[in-house]
Nanobody
Framework: QVQLVESGGGLVQAGGSLRLSCATSARSTSSYNMAWFRQAPGKEREFVAAITKTGVGTYYADSVKGRFTISRDNAKNTLYLQMNSLKPEDTAVYSC????????????????WGQGTQVTVSS
């Protein structure tokens, strides 16, 4: 397992932007597929976006496609989520996940999780 620490959340008006970061403790971040998930109050955790080990492959939930961009800087051991055109329905706790083998939208199987960062979008 690897330790993950998210940052960058906050309160923003609808239409605004935020960039989330996820710092890893991995000696070799490039060994891990990584992803972002979110959980709104009273709802189940849902997939947001995923990125392959090298960053070449990305995968998005339909609800964020065209608005959010996942990226990574393996030299800095950091995963990012650029969120543009935010909507009130994007309000949630956003968590990053990492795994040596798992890749995809399922919440199960990912070996490491961060504590999450709160994103609140006001209307």
């Amino acid at each position: 397992q690897v330790q993950l620490v998210e940052s960058g959340g906050g309160l923003v008006q609808a239409g605004g932007s935020l960039r989330l970061s996820c710092a890893t403790s991995a000696r070799s971040t490039s060994s891990y597929n990584m992803a972002w998930f979110r959980q709104a109050p009273g709802k189940e955790r849902e997939f947001v976006a995923a990125i392959t080990k090298t960053g070449v492959g990305t995968y998005y939930a339909d609800s964020v496609k065209g608005r959010f961009t996942i990226s990574r800087d393996n030299a800095k051991n950091t995963l990012y989520l650029q969120m543009n055109s935010l909507k009130p329905e994007d309000t949630a706790v956003y968590s990053c996940a990492a795994d040596l083998a798992v890749f995809g939208r399922s919440t199960s199987g990912w070996g490491s999780w961060g504590q999450g960062t709160q994103v609140t979008v006001s209307s």
